[in-house]
């Protein structure tokens, strides 16, 4: 019984948890990417210059952040092969820095 009761409050957990984020990402942009990435480094930036609210995921530092980002590439059928980071997930719409990346900023707002 007392195992029951520890699932249940396990799945209960993850549940809000899973909601939690779920609300987050739609109002708030979220970006994966990495500390010593300069594309990075430079689209934290350009959002902070702009006012726009954001996230960031250091996907190399937070193994969870990581899974999650690639399972959104993963839904949006977006291929890991040749990956360019950062990621963003603008309120649901997930999309990568593989271009020209002026291009890609314009994107952010």
Same mark, same amino acid.
């Given at each position: 019984?007392?195992?029951? $009761? *520890?699932?249940?409050?396990?799945?209960?957990?993850?549940?809000?948890?899973? *909601?939690?984020?779920?609300?987050?990402?739609?109002?708030?942009?979220?970006?994966? %990417?990495?500390?010593?990435?300069?594309?990075?480094? =430079?689209?934290?930036?350009?959002?902070?210059?702009?006012?726009? !609210?954001?996230?960031?995921? =250091?996907? =190399?530092?937070?193994?969870?952040?990581?899974? !999650?980002?690639?399972?959104?590439?993963? $839904? $949006? %059928?977006?291929?890991?092969?040749?990956?360019?980071?950062?990621?963003? =997930?603008?309120? %649901?719409?997930?999309?990568?820095?593989?271009?020209?990346? !002026?291009?890609?900023?314009?994107?952010?707002?």
């Amino acid at each position: 019984m007392k195992k029951l $009761a *520890l699932l249940v409050f396990f799945f209960t957990f993850l549940f809000q948890t899973e *909601l939690s984020a779920q609300e987050t990402s739609k109002k708030v942009m979220i970006v994966y %990417g990495s500390n010593e990435c300069h594309h990075c480094i =430079d689209t934290k930036d350009y959002l902070k210059k702009n006012n726009i !609210e954001f996230i960031f995921f =250091d996907i =190399d530092k937070n193994a969870e952040a990581l899974r !999650e980002m690639l399972t959104k590439l993963k $839904a $949006a %059928g977006i291929s890991t092969s040749n990956l360019g980071i950062p990621v963003i =997930d603008k309120q %649901g719409v997930i999309f990568t820095n593989n271009g020209v990346f !002026e291009e890609f900023l314009k994107k952010l707002k």
